[in-house]
């Protein structure tokens, strides 16, 4: 079974900053696809980020991008220029062909002013 | 256009009374999952449906929970009797079918079982 871990349970950034997340997966598979998604106190699930494991190329969305290690089973997001409304938990989630996504159990990040 | 609509957003209740959580997938979606989240277990996918068929209920925890999905655009998720430890945010996903489209949520419904 795939398995997703996320080693931080939290992390804090002063505003402006630039931090990276850590996620790391465990697959036997080749072809799959991986996310990260938000969940600010609101706690709507919001998806950040994604990325295909076919492209090698690093997914980047605006402020938020990624560091796809396919060899390695990394999965790391960075959020550069960081501001108060990045503060939330996120969570790193893997999908493959046709079954649903397994998440990480999350880390909490806070940007301080 | 409307995302996934849940109802309602709290339910406060008693314990073994019964409990009903609604869901209206995104328009077009053919993918309907159901996940519970808490503190001690992060999220946990409990049932996930493709074009209203049940595919996996293995995370259902107990008999007590069961869900539908009479057509595309309607679930429910059931608890009876409700438990304490039934207390937690549900929420409810829905996507299109095939590999490398992500889900979409719901804003959850937490839910208090006293």
């Known amino acids: 079974a795939q398995t997703v871990t996320q080693s931080q349970p939290e992390m804090s950034v002063q505003e402006a900053e630039t931090v990276t997340l850590s996620c790391t997966y465990d697959?036997?598979?080749?072809?799959?696809?991986l996310f990260w998604y938000k969940q600010p106190p609101s706690r709507q699930m919001i998806l950040v980020i994604r990325q295909e494991a076919y492209k090698q190329q690093n997914a980047t969305e605006n402020r938020f991008s990624v560091n796809f290690q396919k060899a390695a089973k990394s999965f790391s997001l960075k959020i550069s220029d960081s501001q108060l409304g990045d503060t939330a938990m996120y969570f790193c989630a893997f999908m493959n062909l046709n079954t649903p996504l397994v998440f990480g159990k999350g880390t909490r990040l806070s940007v301080i002013a | 256009d409307a995302g996934v609509i849940q109802s309602p957003r709290h339910e406060v209740t008693e314990m073994g009374q019964e409990v009903t959580l609604r869901c209206k997938p995104i328009s077009g979606h053919n993918s309907l999952f159901w996940y519970r989240q808490t503190m001690m277990r992060g999220l946990e996918l409990l049932i996930y449906?493709?074009?209203?068929?049940?595919?996996?209920d293995s995370g259902m925890p107990e008999d007590r929970f069961s869900a539908k999905m009479p057509n595309a655009s309607f679930s429910t998720l059931k608890i009876q009797p409700s438990e304490p430890r039934d207390s937690a945010v549900y929420f409810c996903a829905s996507s299109l079918f095939g590999g490398h489209q992500p889900q979409h949520f719901g804003d959850g419904t937490r839910l208090s079982i006293l």
């Open positions: 697959t036997s598979e080749s072809n799959y696809y």
């Open positions: 449906f493709n074009n209203n068929v049940p595919i996996d």
